[in-house]
């Protein structure tokens, strides 16, 4: 079986990654950039595709996704999220403290291994949401709505 051309690849994909890619940010133009940096890296790259690691398919929306990540934390929003999103200081408090330490075990081990890591970060070693988001990767905003639904998971596991 012969490989496929360059125009067969892109003819046969390109419109499932624009697809993709238009799903993920606001505007035509930019979409339209990534999906030809993302065929640009598959062409550039493709005697690197091993077949017995990956199907093409899998490859290329590999290679879009890992161009959506750069994009993402090239262009991180320049505008921060208010401070009072949602702050729940005073549930938050009330709640931690009435629930015994095997309740909270219990209730934390059910989220997610991301959201664990943020409300261990911020409550039991006291680091701000700034630095939290350092360590992780991730932007300041990110961070904060993740700890938010990190919360409210945690209150629904705990009944609150």
């Avoid at 125009?7 to 999906?35: F, P």
Wanted: glycine share 4%; aromatic share 8%.
């Amino acid at each position: 079986m012969n490989a496929p051309g360059w125009e067969e690849i892109y003819a046969a994909y390109s419109g499932k990654v624009m697809g993709y890619i238009m799903a993920r940010v606001q505007h035509r133009a930019d979409a339209e950039d990534l999906c030809a940096d993302v065929f640009e890296k598959v062409f550039r790259k493709m005697d690197q595709f091993d077949r017995s690691k990956a199907s093409l398919s899998t490859w290329i929306f590999t290679i879009t996704r890992n161009t959506l990540i750069d994009h993402f934390r090239k262009n991180k929003p320049t505008e921060e999220l208010d401070e009072n999103l949602s702050d729940d200081g005073e549930v938050e408090a009330p709640l931690l403290e009435q629930e015994t330490l095997s309740e909270l075990a219990a209730a934390l081990n059910l989220l997610p291994q991301e959201l664990r890591d943020i409300v261990v970060l911020l409550y039991y070693d006291r680091k701000p949401l700034t630095e939290i988001a350092e360590l992780m990767h991730l932007s300041y905003g990110a961070v904060k709505l993740r700890h938010q639904k990190a919360l409210t998971l945690l209150k629904r596991a705990l009944g609150a």
